[in-house]
T-cell receptor, first 112, second 113 residues
């Protein structure tokens, strides 16, 4: 089934630890995005990639990094997790020919 | 810069009643506008989108939204609420076909029996 796969589904992480959230799509979409969802704040863009080999910073990039080695994969890394990074993280992709995103099911991350 | 404001973080309606979820946007250029729905523990699904064609846009599950440029609004409506409509709804704006979306804070719709 075409779509976006995120892993893990949920994770409890000790503060200071490094963590990579995985995102893989099989739709050959050029653009991919990472958002975090927090109560009352909606979804805020962390990082994006318009095409393989390029990345850009979104609204809340601090403490996060991304890479885009190929079209399908767009991992998000927390180098040293802090409790304020407790959130639900969504990966999304888009095709310039069709407005709007396809979303993954999210990763619920708790930093303690 | 563009932004989206959703009035009312929680809306409660009775089953069978009209659903009205409000969205106002600011954009320096004619926008593309979207409504997404999120059911518990799931990702977001596209309900409908406005792309500068007809100002009244029909989406899935009986929802529709009307683009009103003079009011900078894109409110979401449904004539008769169902219990299955209970979810969180997000309005979003994109400045261009490059697709980067800015989301509102979301409105949680509760439907009472």
């Amino acid at each position: 089934i075409a779509g976006i796969t995120q892993a893990p589904t949920s994770q409890i992480l000790a503060a200071g630890r490094r963590m990579t959230l995985r995102c893989t799509q099989d739709m050959r979409h050029n653009a991919m995005y990472w958002y975090r969802q927090d109560l009352g704040l909606g979804l805020r863009l962390i990082h994006y990639s318009n095409t393989a080999g390029t990345t850009g910073k979104g609204e809340v990039p601090d403490g996060y990094s991304v890479s885009r080695a190929n079209t399908d994969d767009f991992p998000l890394t927390l180098a040293s997790a802090v409790p304020s990074q407790t959130s639900v993280y969504f990966c999304a992709s888009s095709d310039p020919g069709r407005l709007g995103y396809t979303f993954g099911s999210g990763t619920r991350l708790t930093v303690v | 810069a563009q932004s989206v404001t959703q009035l009312g973080s929680h809306v409660s309606v009775s089953e069978g009643a009209l659903v009205l979820l409000r969205c106002n946007y600011s954009s320096s250029v004619p926008p593309y506008l979207f409504w997404y729905v999120q059911y518990p523990n799931q990702g977001l699904q596209l309900l409908l989108k406005y792309t500068s064609a007809a100002t009244l846009v029909k989406g899935i599950n009986g929802f529709e939204a009307e683009f009103k440029k003079s009011e900078t609004s894109f409110h979401l409506t449904k004539p008769s609420a169902h219990m299955s409509d209970a979810a969180e709804y997000f309005c979003a704006v994109s400045r261009n076909a490059g697709n980067m979306l800015t989301f509102g804070g979301g409105t949680r719709l509760m439907v009472k029996p």
